[in-house]
């Protein structure tokens, strides 16, 4: 054969016994349990046990960012609560959620930064932090840019 002898055969890893199983080079990390995938938006719905001392506006707040009167509206009659004001500890709320809105990160903004310019507070990242479960684990850390952060409202 004319240029260099017969072609050579791909190469196959070689696996240790016991190793844990590394991805590709420039692979993407696994996802964190309960990671969506890339632009699937959040449910619509919400869960949430019901704690002794909770009220409907502070559960709202903490799910959608706000406890404006029609948020808090809106999961009450969604739940068929006549009195909003009686909530049983045990009891399971769905909190409708009616829209999201779809923000690209700009690789500087952290969650605290995102509450606060969506809220109005530093300290809603609990509502987004629900229905963006793979982003950076402390409040603080920058999420990467392009990083889709679905925003709650």
């Known amino acids: 054969m004319i240029g260099g002898g017969a072609p050579r055969a791909p190469e196959v890893p070689i696996e240790t016994p016991g190793a844990v199983p590394q991805p590709p080079a420039g692979a993407a990390p696994a996802p964190r349990p309960g990671a969506r995938a890339p632009h699937e938006p959040p449910p619509r719905e919400l869960r949430y046990q019901v704690r002794g001392g909770d009220t409907l506006g502070a559960i ?35 909190i409708p959620v009616e829209r999201y809105e779809e923000h690209a990160a700009s690789g500087r903004e952290s969650l ?32 990467e840019a392009g990083r889709v952060v679905w925003i709650p409202r």
């Open 60 to 94: 709202t707040r903490d799910h959608l960012g706000s406890a404006a009167k029609d948020l808090v509206e809106r999961v009450a009659r969604r739940n068929g609560l006549s009195d909003p004001d009686n909530l049983k500890p045990g009891s399971v709320l769905l």
């Open 112 to 143: 605290r930064d995102l509450s606060q310019r969506f809220y109005g507070a530093p300290n809603r990242v609990p509502a987004l932090r629900r229905v963006n479960p793979d982003v950076p684990e402390r409040d603080d850390s920058p999420i």
